[in-house]
């Protein structure tokens, strides 16, 4: 079945720092990569998504790059903010049910 | 862009009492709609996906019984937890699939409490 595996946390940065999360998948097919951002307390939002191999994904200074060959979707940012601080998953949608595969999250913290 | 409302946010309720959360899209139909559950520090746990007009379909050792899922309307999915238990208190996540493109919108959660 689908997974996904994403480097787990916390992850404390100073401000402008460049920040990198890890997110591997196991999928049949071809599935579409997103990364959800979680502030406490609140549902999830879209940070950016991408449907396809070679697609680069990006929102708010986040990148991620869709690969294939080494099926991973890492979120990147060159210089993250104090507001960037927050929980991002990592999630694969395909198949026919729709399902969303959510990794397990990664905790950022970003001090000042 | 598409917005889910997810109501309440938060509530409070007896133990032995039902409590039913709302999930409303907005300004599109959702053909399909999920509910996740979501303990402190861990991520999102599926409960049942559900489509609009048919049965809701569980994910394994979720209680069908105990968490009803009723999706009406192409705009409207409700999960009633039923004779609520301490050990339900979570935090609860609805996402609504919109029918063109391939996009997921997420519910701002809602808190349960029960005492």
């Known amino acids: 079945g689908n997974s996904v595996t994403q480097m787990e946390g916390p992850v404390t940065l100073s401000e402008e720092a460049f920040l990198t999360i890890n997110c591997t998948y196991t999928?049949?097919?071809?599935?579409?990569l997103f990364w959800y951002v979680q502030y406490p307390g609140e549902g999830l939002q879209l940070l950016l998504k991408a449907t396809k191999a070679d697609d680069k994904g990006s929102n708010k200074g986040f990148e991620a790059t869709y690969r294939k060959e080494t099926t991973s979707f890492h979120l990147e940012k060159g210089s993250v903010q104090v507001s960037d601080s927050a929980v991002y998953f990592c999630?694969?949608?395909?198949?026919?049910?729709?399902?969303?595969?959510f990794g397990k999250g990664t905790l950022l913290t970003v001090n000042p | 862009g598409a917005v889910v409302s997810q109501h309440p946010s938060w509530v409070i309720c007896k133990s032995g009492t039902s409590v039913k959360i709302e999930c409303r899209s907005l300004?599109?139909?959702?053909?399909?709609m999920f509910w996740y559950r979501q303990f402190p520090k861990q991520s999102l746990m599926l409960m049942a996906t559900s489509n609009e007009g048919s049965k809701a379909t569980y994910e394994q050792g979720v209680e069908k019984d105990k968490f009803l899922i009723n999706h009406a309307s192409l705009t409207l999915s409700t999960l009633t937890v039923t004779s609520a238990h301490p050990e339900d208190s979570s935090f609860y996540i609805c996402s609504a699939r919109d029918a063109p493109g391939y996009g997921y919108t997420f519910g701002s959660g809602t808190r349960l409490t029960v005492v």
């Open positions: 999630a694969l949608g395909g198949g026919s049910n729709y399902k969303l595969t």
């Open positions: 300004d599109f139909q959702a053909t399909t």
């Open positions: 999928a049949t097919g071809y599935p579409s």
